[in-house]
């Protein structure tokens, strides 16, 4: 039996996860506690936040995110493909930076303007 906090809405329902039984959630308020309890313990998935450098005096790292989920386990790898990145300007919010990770189709893209 796995336990967790539903994080999909402000509630924050404590969920249970009887592995045994065919991944039987139980503890949820709504239909969303249901999913986010199996698919956190059966594959769980992440949006990934990080920075970029750029070629910016003013802005020096942009911020960046990815534009979907990927595994968890590969949250480490993705954001390693970050580090010998530099943008140059003008970067345009929603810029894909790296695309298609683990072929998932979710692309790391910007999240800020700069001139």
Known sequence: ???????????????????????EV????CPRGKVYG??????PQRVVTSTVRTNSSEYPRCPVKTNGTIPKEK????MKMLDDIILKTPIKEGEKVV??????????IT?????
């Not at 695309?99 to 790391?108: I, M, P, Q, R, S």
Request: with cysteine; charged share 25%.
């Open 75 to 78: 949250m480490f790898e993705a």
């Open 26 to 29: 139980t503890g949820n308020a």
């Open 38 to 43: 199996y698919n956190e313990v059966t594959n």
């Open 99 to 108: 695309e298609n990770l683990f072929g998932t189709g979710v692309d790391f």
């Open 111 to 115: 999240c800020k303007n700069i001139n």
């Open 1 to 23: 039996m796995r336990e967790l906090i539903c994080i999909t809405c402000p509630r924050g329902c404590h969920l249970k996860v009887d592995e045994e039984n065919n991944y």
